[in-house]
């Protein structure tokens, strides 16, 4: 049995076939050099003075768009106004608003406004712009740029009890919703406020079953058979400084209503 070799194409189509190849590449060169030089006298007017075929590109361009406007977008007339409205476009060189930096912040320079509680026949400050929950002898402010708030209230207690006592069962009481090992307990000390002899604050953080991380100040205000509590709370451990000073703020606020206070809340 014979096997047939393959035909071998003649010498000259072999020659032909590669001198296609070559003038097509030769061709793709030039076109490619061409475009490059084309492209660059077109394109040097635009960010030089330089102008090789005198047409004066760059000045008909800027009687639509000036160029500046390359460099600095945020200059365009109304991008300011588009960025503010849509606050997760960026514009290089233009920096963006971040979380108000309360880590780089003094709580005073916060605007308060006055919140008269008829409930309880108590006045103090609170951060103006804050969403507000109103309910029988509680108040819930909440930061509308995070996850913070503030609940403050009344009960009324057990005759003997002191302030120290009833921050001890609060934290009992987290500790119990806490999971194992991530409770910590950072400050705990008496507090002076000017409409009662006993208050006692505590600072801690935890962590409970589902892994959500919570600090929190619990300040406790025993005066008469009542008492007042200030439960501020939130979730970045860097703006623990800051709401600290708030509440010193807004704890110092504190006085008691007169005769002649507004009649409503707020």
């Known amino acids: 049995m014979s096997i047939d070799s393959p035909t071998i194409p003649p010498e000259s189509e072999t020659k032909s076939s590669n001198k296609l190849l070559w003038g097509c590449l030769i061709a793709f060169i030039l076109a490619l050099v061409v475009f490059c030089c084309a492209g660059s006298l077109i394109f040097l007017p635009l960010f030089s003075d330089f102008d090789p075929l005198g047409t004066n590109l760059r000045g008909r361009i800027e009687e639509y768009l000036p160029l500046e406007y390359l460099e600095d977008p945020s200059s365009i007339p109304g991008m300011q106004d588009f960025l503010d409205e849509n606050p997760g476009s960026t514009v290089e060189g233009t920096p963006q608003p971040s979380f108000a930096d309360k880590d780089a912040q003094s709580a005073q320079s916060l605007p308060l406004a006055d919140f008269y509680f008829n409930d309880i026949d108590l006045a103090f400050s609170y951060p103006v712009g804050w969403d507000i929950e109103l309910d029988v002898y509680t108040v819930t402010f909440y930061d509308p740029d995070s996850f913070t708030y503030l609940y403050m209230g009344e009960d009324t207690i057990d005759a003997g009890s002191t302030a120290e006592g009833v921050a001890l069962d609060v934290l009992a009481s987290v500790q119990e919703g806490a999971q194992a090992?991530?409770?910590?307990?950072y400050s705990s000390a008496p507090y002076e406020v000017a409409i009662a002899d006993d208050a006692y604050l505590t600072l801690f953080e935890w962590v409970d079953e589902d892994g959500y991380y919570t600090w929190a100040y619990d300040l406790e205000i025993v005066y008469e058979d009542s008492n007042l509590f200030f439960f501020f709370?939130?979730?970045?451990?860097?703006?623990?400084?800051?709401?600290?000073?708030?509440?010193?703020?807004?704890?110092s606020s504190l006085y008691r209503l007169e005769s002649t206070a507004p009649d409503s809340n707020g």
């Open 181 to 185: 090992g991530t409770f910590e307990l």
């Open 233 to 251: 709370s939130g979730e970045d451990p860097d703006e623990i400084a800051f709401y600290g000073e708030l509440l010193d703020i807004i704890a």
